[in-house]
């Protein structure tokens, strides 16, 4: 490119998708986090790893198919960390 020494913008998150809760995990009321490295590509996700695992594999890949439908723009790496509680039914 026509680039003067300008460092790239980096990667910069614009629309951030919400993990499918695994069925199967809702019924057994589990709970946790899974960190995650998003890889980005002018603007594409090229690849995403689970950095901290929240101890389920489904839980695991809910969180990367998420990350995947995440909506960014410029190039470079993005953390991102998914919550997983169970909140219906117990907030009284």
């Known amino acids: 490119g026509e680039s003067q020494g300008v460092p790239e ?3 910069k998150c614009l629309a951030k998708a ?6 199967s995990l809702r019924s057994q ?11 980005v590509q002018d603007g ?3 690849n995403v790893v689970v ?3 929240s101890g389920y594999g489904a839980m695991d890949q809910a969180a990367i198919a998420a ?6 723009r410029g190039s470079g790496v993005y ?3 998914y919550r997983f509680q169970m909140t219906d039914g117990d907030d009284w």
């Open 9 to 11: 913008e980096p990667a």
């Open 18 to 23: 919400s993990p499918v809760y695994p069925p």
């Open 29 to 39: 009321n589990a709970e946790g986090v899974v960190a995650l490295l998003i890889y």
């Open 44 to 46: 594409s996700v090229t």
């Open 51 to 53: 950095t901290s695992s």
């Open 67 to 72: 990350g995947y439908r995440c909506q960014f």
């Open 79 to 81: 953390p991102i960390r």
